[in-house]
């Protein structure tokens, strides 16, 4: 699947920008586009309109970074979009498609998660938001329908893109899911936009693209964010409603790797983690021994 080109997502930033948000005076004349003209946004941008309509047709060659913040401004892009934006400017016309080595958490990660405990859920994802590892907590608050050992199985290892989009049992978990599978998909496209050769990622895009409507709808609105805070309100199968808070740790060592920690924003979601956390506690607690049955003499 091609994921995105740069004259794509000019494109569908420049249908979402009308003249009255560039400070443009249509003099109520009847328009074709959505937004704004290939004319109207080159030359609020400084550039020719000849130069643009390369630009965004592939024919244009690199694309300077003056240009491109130029367009960024006009477009009205936040920090991501136009980091985006950078991103698509500098692929080759046609990336080469390369399969990289399975991920692995940094140790300094897994230390990190570990010095959490069992009381704040938390969970590692990879580039593609597979689950490289959890915490027994963390586990039980997003998918506790899923093995706790799957991480550790390549074959297995879950992918939280695949769940929200593909697996029932996680759709209904999630209250506000409308809101929260926009943030995947939007952050996905992000990912995409810095490794363009990453052939598993293009995969995985492809896959959810053919097989949910609801994402092929998401991902055609062209939309990118770095989410990286949110709130998660559940309906959870063992502790009822629980609503929690979710922010992203970032390591140096492995930038694509995201710790993602849960925490309560309510007392009742606090008593609901409690719970939860305790049950974790007593699943790490070993089987007790079976008492060795005395033995009688012989007489």
């Known amino acids: ?11 569908s930033r420049r249908d979402r920008v009308t003249p009255a948000d560039a400070g443009l005076r249509t003099y109520g004349t009847a328009r074709r586009v959505p937004g ?14 000849g130069y643009y309509t390369r630009l965004e047709q592939g024919q244009a060659g690199t694309a300077s970074q003056q240009v491109l913040d130029a367009l960024a401004t ?5 920090q ?3 980091a985006h934006l950078h ?4 692929q080759p016309t046609t990336p080469r498609l390369v399969r990289p080595r399975p991920e692995r958490p940094h140790p300094r990660v897994l230390a990190l998660l570990a010095s959490l405990g069992e009381t704040t859920p938390a969970v590692v994802l990879g580039r593609r938001g597979d689950v490289l590892v959890w915490n027994r907590t963390g586990h039980a608050l997003v998918a506790e329908h899923v093995d706790f050992d799957a991480p550790h199985d390549l074959a297995r290892r879950p992918s939280i893109p695949r769940m929200f989009f593909l697996d029932s049992l996680t759709r209904d978990l999630h209250r506000n899911w409308d809101e929260l599978a926009r943030a995947h998909v939007a952050y996905l496209r992000l990912t995409a936009g810095r490794y363009p050769n990453d052939a598993r990622l293009a995969e995985l895009i492809g896959e959810l693209a053919m097989r949910s409507a609801d994402f092929a709808n998401l991902w055609a609105k062209g939309d990118v964010a770095d989410c990286t805070v949110g709130t998660m309100r559940m309906q959870h199968p063992t502790v009822g409603g629980v609503d929690v808070d979710y922010q992203v740790w ?9 710790l993602e ?10 008593d609901a983690l409690r719970l939860l956390s305790t049950q974790a506690a007593d699943h790490q607690k070993p089987e007790p021994a079976l008492a060795e049955a005395p033995r009688h003499r012989d007489r």
Do not use: C, I
């Open 1 to 11: 699947m091609d994921l995105e080109s740069l004259g794509a997502y000019l494109k």
């Open 36 to 49: 704004l003209r290939r004319e109207e946004l080159a030359q609020l941008a400084g550039v020719s309109a």
């Open 74 to 78: 006009v477009l009205q892009l936040d």
């Open 80 to 82: 991501a979009e136009t």
């Open 87 to 90: 991103n698509l400017a500098r």
């Open 250 to 258: 970032l390591q140096p060592e492995s930038p694509d790797h995201r």
């Open 261 to 270: 920690v849960y925490t309560p924003n309510d007392t009742a979601s606090a």
